[in-house]
DNA sequence: TCTTAGGCATAGCAACCTTAGGTATCTATT
DNA sequence: AATAGATACCTAAGGTTGCTATGCCTAAGA
C-alpha cells in the first residue's frame, strides 16, 4: 500500500500526468490570474475532488521551468511571516495556453477515438 | 520543420503520449486478438487520422517492456520471406487492459474538470 | 537503380516524474 | 510545552520512458 494512498480511494495514476501538468498549470492560471504554488495543489485536488495530487516535486520544477521560458512571472509577497510566490502568464504565456488547451484536447480526442470506439 | 512532420499538418505533440502508449497497445490487442509492431503502429495512424504516429523506437522497447512483465506473448511467423513477430495478451494482461481503460477513463474525466470546467 | 513500403531492433539522449529529504511558520491538540 | 498537521517553499538522486538516429533485411514500383 502507497503511503499517498492512506485515505484508501482510488487515484490516478500518476504517469498518466506525464505531459499534461504544464496544461494544467496554464489553465488554473488563466482562470484565476495569480496563483502561488501550493495553492495550485489544492486547488487540482479540490477540482478533481482527490483523483488528481500534483506532488510538489512536480509542481516547482515545472513551475520554475516555464518561468524560465518566460511563460510565466513571479512576484513574492509576504503574508504575515509566511512567503508566497505568485505566479502569472506573461504575454507569451496566454498565447501558450491557447496553444496548449487545443492540443490537449485534439489528444484526447484521438485518444478516445482508439479507446471508445463506438462513442466516438 | 521536423522531418516527421513533412506532411504540414498538424499532429499530437508526443509529449502527450506519456503514459498513455501501453493502454493504446493493450486496447488493440484486446481488439484485434493478435497483432504485429508494424500493424500496430498503422492502425493507430488510421484510426486518429494521422494525428497520432507511433514511433518505432517506442514502440518496440514498450512491446517488449509488456512482454518482459508477462503481460504479452510472442510468437514468430513467416509470411513469404518476411518474419513478423505477433504479438497477444496473456491472462494477465487481460486482467491489465481492464485496468488500464478504466484508469485511463477516470484521469480523461479528471482532465476535463479542470480544462473544460463549464462542461463537465 | 533508387525510392518507398514493410518489418524488426537497439543505443544514446533528454525530459520529467517520484521519492525522499530539507527549511520554516502557524494552529490545534495533548 | 511538546507534538502533529497544515501551510509554503525548495532540491537531489534515481528511474521510467519516449524520441532520434541508425542499422539490418525484403519486396515492389518508378
Known sequence: MPKNNRYFRIMIDPKLLRGSLDTIILKLLD???????????QKVKEITAGEIKLTEGALYPALHRLEGK?????????????MRKYYRLTESGQEEV???LSAMDEFIKSIQLILNPKIA
Open 70 to 82: 518566460g511563460i510565466l512571472t513571479t512576484e513574492m509577497r509576504s503574508i504575515g511571516n509566511r
Open 31 to 41: 482562470e484565476h490570474g495569480e496563483m502561488y504554488g501550493y495553492e495550485i495543489t
Open 98 to 100: 491557447v496553444q496548449k
